[in-house]
Structure formats: structure tokens, C-alpha cells
């Protein structure tokens, strides 16, 4: 793994550190405040092109992220944005799948019709970044049980939840998410 140096990034939702961690042929990314609390409050948020960069309404992924930068700019940590996009499908099929939930499937059987699991996100570089800054415990910010449990020597002292209003376009995908994948909503 390869670590850049960390540089300045001042937002609309405050001024923070940005440091890239580099893994095979993803690069990650960090967004952290200055002065770290002994336990930060961390995102792990997956990329989402649509949600997070063009505003898509399909998902709660862009509201997500914004809550999470509000917050910890708020009360000090991290978003450790991981380049998954798609669930890990890939931004390619990740529009496929959009294109089969067009024609009446939910998230989790478009990704079937198209030979995927339902999630193939991988967290396991979520402990190395956090070891990097010496972090041992942390207050999770997320709605995903499996995110809470993916860690073996990094102790979730709390998990947060994200609320996130629905929308006409997101109702059926935030119920697929609480229902099929146990999403605490």
C-alpha cells in the first residue's frame, strides 16, 4: 500500500486534511479533520458517481456523504471514501444495473440478473487506514450492520445512524436496503 502526503482540502462543509491511500489499483480516500478525538466519528463511504458527484435521487448515497461531512467537520474524524463504486460492481454495471431497475427490479436482483452478489464491498483496508493513524476505537456512522462488523482489532464503541428522508425515486431501493440487506433504517 502506498500513502500520499496529506494536503489541505477547505469545503463547503468545513476545512479538512486529505490524505490517498493506494491499494493494487484503487485509490482511496481520506477526509479528516485536523485535531482528531481520541474516538472519531467515522463514514466508511463506498464511491457513488451518480449520488455522490451528479445528485442522483435513485439513491440515498449523496445525502449520505454530505450528512457525514457536516457531522464530522462537527465533532472531529474521518470519511474514508473507498473506490467500490457499484456495491463493487463497477460504474459499467452499476449503469446496467440502474437500466434493469428501470424495467421493475430491485438493487439486489439487478445485480443478480447480472451474474453478481448482492454486495461485493470489501472494508478489510478500513482497519489498515485507521491503524495508520493510530486509531483503536471509533463511533461509526453508518446504517450497514456489516460495516459495524468488519472489524477485528478496531473496537465500534457506538454506531450512528444516518437519516436520510426518502424520495419518490429511492422508497422501493432504501426498503430492498432494510429488508433484503438489514439496514438499520
Known amino acids: ?26 485509490e482511496h ?5 485536523e485535531n482528531l478525538p481520541e474516538i472519531p466519528l467515522v463514514r466508511i463511504h463506498s464511491e457513488c458517481l451518480t449520488g455522490d458527484a451528479l445528485g442522483s435521487l435513485k439513491c440515498d448515497c449523496g445525502e449520505q456523504l454530505e450528512y457525514a461531512l457536516k457531522e464530522i467537520n462537527e465533532k472531529g474524524g474521518m470519511v474514508i471514501y473507498l473506490r467500490q463504486e457499484g456495491r463493487g ?3 459499467f454495471n452499476k449503469v446496467n444495473a440502474y437500466a434493469l431497475q428501470d424495467k421493475g427490479f430491485d438493487t439486489i436482483e439487478a445485480n443478480h440478473q447480472l451474474g453478481f452478489e448482492a454486495d461485493l464491498r470489501d472494508f478489510s483496508i478500513v482497519e489498515e487506514i485507521l ?15 456489516k460495516k459495524v462488523f468488519s472489524f477485528k482489532d478496531i473496537e465500534v464503541v457506538d454506531r450512528i445512524p444516518i437519516k436520510i428522508k426518502p424520495n419518490i425515486y429511492n422508497k422501493e431501493y432504501l426498503k430492498t436496503k432494510k429488508e433484503k440487506m438489514g439496514h438499520l433504517l
Not at 29 to 33: A, M
Open 1 to 26: 500500500m502506498e500513502i500520499s502526503n496529506t494536503a489541505n482540502l477547505p469545503t463547503k462543509y468545513g476545512e479538512f486534511k486529505i490524505k490517498s491511500f493506494k491499494e493494487n489499483d484503487k
Open 29 to 33: 480516500l481520506v477526509i479528516f479533520t
Open 89 to 91: 460492481i463497477g460504474l
Open 131 to 145: 491503524k495508520h493513524f493510530n486509531i483503536k476505537k471509533i463511533k461509526l456512522l453508518t446504517n450497514n450492520p
